[in-house]
């Protein structure tokens, strides 16, 4: 059974950083890329960042690109987010989902994780 | 970047309904299209993908259609567990962009 589960999320300050993680299992993590999206509170579904499954290609959203990296542990089946100069318009939860198929598409989503950035 | 439109962004219905939400790409996508549905406090769930494959679990009152810029997704027979939030989403290229969101209520 594939299983992502988030942690890292919290409160920070405009201008802070944190790093999102992603745990994985169930699937062979190594041979998916991987993708981080978000929902801000009442808001609809937004896609942030996807990285290849050996990690060599990375996209991101013109909206973070530049402040948010994006990176996996394959040795052990974690996905990253490090998000700095954080705005309160990051205010989210966000998602890491793993991808199929080719061109990929998002197929299962872990349970989310509430950034909420404010001072 | 591809934009997504989605139409209605609301709309309510009745137990038994058959009701067809449509999503429009800006341009050609060929069939990279998948729909979600999702429950408020809940995980986005896959229902469709390639635009007319129904994911495996989801019930066959689930079907989409379309390609290139126009598809839709349709529910044969509204269940009580089907009021919800749907997203279409283009996979044709990144950024990936999601369509606006379609809330279907009870009528």
């Known amino acids: 059974e594939v299983q992502l589960l988030e942690s890292g999320g919290g409160l920070v300050q405009p201008g802070g950083s944190l790093r999102l993680s992603c745990a994985a299992s169930?699937?062979?993590?190594?041979?998916?890329?991987m993708s981080w999206l978000r929902q801000a509170p009442g808001k609809g579904l937004e896609w942030v960042s996807t990285?290849?499954?050996?990690?060599?290609?990375?996209w991101y959203a013109d909206s973070v690109k530049g402040r948010f990296t994006i990176s996996r542990d394959n040795s052990n089946n974690t996905l990253y987010l490090q998000m700095n100069s954080l705005r309160v318009e990051d205010t989210a939860v966000y998602y890491c989902?793993?991808?199929?198929?080719?061109?990929?598409?998002?197929?299962?989503w872990g349970q989310g994780i509430l950034v909420t950035v404010s001072s | 970047d591809i934009q997504m439109t989605q139409s209605p962004s609301a709309m309510s219905a009745s137990v038994g309904d058959r009701v067809t939400i449509t999503c429009r790409a800006s341009?050609?996508?060929?069939?990279?299209l998948a729909w979600f549905q999702q429950k408020p406090g809940k995980v986005p769930k896959r229902l469709i993908y390639?635009?007319?494959s129904l994911q495996s679990g989801v019930p066959s009152r689930f079907s989409g259609s379309g390609s290139g810029t126009e598809f839709t997704l349709t529910i044969s027979s509204l269940q009580p567990e089907d009021f919800a939030t749907y997203y279409c989403?283009?996979?044709?290229?990144?950024?990936?962009?999601f369509g606006q969101g379609t809330k279907l209520e009870i009528k």
């Open positions: 989902a793993k991808q199929v198929g080719a061109p990929g598409v998002e197929d299962y």
């Open positions: 169930g699937f062979t993590f190594s041979r998916n890329a």
């Open positions: 990285i290849m499954g050996d990690g060599g290609i990375r």
């Open positions: 341009q050609d996508i060929n069939n990279y």
């Open positions: 390639a635009a007319s």
């Open positions: 989403l283009q996979y044709n290229s990144y950024p990936r962009t």
